[in-house]
């Protein structure tokens, strides 16, 4: 089964000395009741880029320019029990947008110190990559979830060389945990 191709975009902006991530409450579908970043599928025909410009636009109602998103990485989430669920996801920050976010029907946005995430009420792999990613790690990682399809079996991550690429290449040398 192929993975669905999703897209995840993280908000950041200065705010009295310190650095805030803007994540949401999901409201519906995947995920309804977690703290999860923007984002969504890419449909058919569309780039990442293209995708991700949309999706932030429909969840939060704010404009993020393509030569403002930083690829940060991606994510491929591996769900054993529940196949139908793996998702391959890349992953952007952006520090520049137009207009002030504000709730859709899908989710409840809502700025957070990015030193502090509501790890409590996100996904549970959200520790072991985004924090990293937020502060400037680029890399590849792949999440395994337990059988609980809720908890993280096993966590590896390929970093990327200086072009943006995944080190190795298309034989990535995963290395456990982060």
Same mark, same amino acid.
Request: charged share 25%; net charge negative.
């Given at each position: 089964?192929?993975?669905?191709?999703?897209?995840?975009?993280?908000?950041?902006?200065?705010?009295?000395?310190?650095?805030?991530?803007?994540?949401?409450?999901?409201?519906?579908?995947?995920?309804?009741?977690?703290?999860?970043?923007?984002?969504?599928?890419? !449909?058919?025909?569309?780039? +990442?880029?293209?995708?991700?410009? %949309?999706?932030?636009?429909?969840? =939060?109602?704010? /404009?993020?320019?393509?030569?403002?998103?930083?690829?940060?990485?991606?994510?491929?989430?591996?769900?054993?029990?529940?196949?139908?669920?793996?998702?391959?996801?890349?992953?952007?920050?952006?520090?520049?947008?137009?207009?002030?976010?504000?709730?859709?029907?899908?989710?409840?946005?809502?700025?957070?110190?990015?030193?502090?995430?509501?790890?409590?009420?996100?996904?549970?792999?959200? !520790?072991?990559?985004?924090? +990293?990613?937020?502060?400037?790690? %680029?890399?590849?990682?792949?999440? =395994?979830?337990? /059988?609980?399809?809720?908890?993280?079996?096993?966590?590896?991550?390929?970093?990327?060389?200086?072009?943006?690429?995944?080190?190795?290449?298309?034989?990535?040398?995963?290395?456990?945990?982060?």
């Amino acid at each position: 089964m192929t993975a669905a191709h999703v897209t995840l975009c993280f908000l950041l902006r200065e705010v009295d000395g310190g650095r805030e991530v803007l994540l949401g409450r999901k409201r519906t579908g995947f995920g309804k009741g977690k703290v999860v970043g923007v984002g969504g599928h890419v !449909e058919e025909g569309e780039t +990442a880029v293209e995708a991700i410009c %949309r999706e932030v636009r429909e969840e =939060v109602y704010v /404009d993020v320019e393509p030569d403002d998103l930083v690829a940060a990485g991606t994510v491929d989430f591996v769900f054993p029990a529940k196949p139908e669920w793996n998702m391959f996801t890349t992953v952007f920050l952006s520090e520049s947008w137009v207009g002030e976010p504000s709730e859709s029907d899908e989710i409840t946005p809502q700025w957070y110190p990015a030193e502090d995430l509501p790890v409590a009420h996100m996904w549970a792999d959200a !520790e072991h990559w985004l924090p +990293a990613m937020m502060n400037g790690r %680029r890399m590849d990682v792949r999440v =395994v979830l337990a /059988d609980d399809n809720e908890n993280v079996a096993e966590v590896f991550h390929a970093d990327w060389n200086n072009d943006g690429a995944a080190a190795g290449g298309s034989a990535r040398n995963w290395v456990p945990g982060l």
